[in-house]
């Protein structure tokens, strides 16, 4: 079955870092493009930016809100996707969720459950 | 950036009633328009993409239509389990963009 499940989310205070994770199983995790959408409570849903594949050589794609301050990662070898969040200020606080861009559909076919980041002092 | 403006941002209706959503894009998306689920606490799950595809599994009674700038959602009945709130999103262009959302309530 296919999955994705995010890890590492939590409290901080603004101006600090996260390491979030987020773990693939049940497909060929190399072929896809990922993305991470985030989610700030009781709110919409928002593009946070993606990572492209090797074939692409992971270029990567910022939303201008976090251009700078965060940076998307892959291990093709552990089926892992990472974001490193730096400089962290209250408005990043949100459920962020990893996507499987799919290959055939233009869309996020799969979606993790999301970890919840929390901004505050 | 392209703009979603969805619409209506709630509504609510009783079982089996026919729901529809618009989804307006600021310039033209072609075709390039899905449309997500939401129930409370879970993740978003796909419905439709390329404005009018069902996503394997998805019942028949959600539907999408539309190209260019103007795109709709319909529910032709709804059920108790379609209570969500309900997302348009282009991917025409990065930075990939939701519309605002719509939440369907059971009257």
């Known amino acids: 079955e296919v999955h994705l499940v995010e890890s590492g989310g939590g409290l901080v205070q603004p101006g600090g870092s996260l390491r979030l994770s987020c773990a693939a199983s049940g497909f060929t995790f190399s072929d896809h493009f990922m993305d991470w959408v985030r989610q700030a409570p009781g709110k919409g849903l928002e593009w946070v930016g993606r990572?492209?594949?090797?074939?692409?050589?992971?270029?990567?794609d910022y939303a201008a809100s976090v251009n700078g301050r965060f940076t998307f990662s892959r291990d093709d070898s552990e089926n892992s996707l990472y974001l490193q969040m730096n400089s962290l200020k209250t408005e990043d606080t949100a459920v962020y969720y990893c996507?499987?861009?799919?290959?055939?559909?233009?869309?996020?076919?799969?979606w993790g459950q999301g970890t919840m980041v929390t901004v505050s002092s | 950036d392209i703009q979603m403006t969805q619409s209506p941002s709630s509504l609510s209706a009783s079982v089996g009633d026919r729901v529809t959503i618009t989804c307006q894009a600021s310039?033209?998306?072609?075709?390039?328009l899905n449309w997500y689920q939401q129930k409370p606490g879970k993740a978003p799950k796909l419905l439709i993409y390329d404005a009018s595809i069902l996503e394997t599994g998805v019942p028949s009674r959600f539907s999408g239509s539309g190209s260019g700038t103007d795109f709709t959602f319909t529910i032709s009945s709804l059920q108790p389990e379609d209570i969500a709130t309900y997302y348009c999103q282009q991917s025409d262009n990065l930075p990939l963009t939701f519309g605002g959302g719509t939440k369907v309530e059971i009257k």
């Open positions: 310039q033209d998306i072609t075709n390039y």
């Open positions: 996507g499987r861009v799919s290959t055939l559909r233009n869309a996020f076919d799969i």
């Open positions: 990572i492209r594949n090797k074939a692409n050589k992971y270029i990567t």
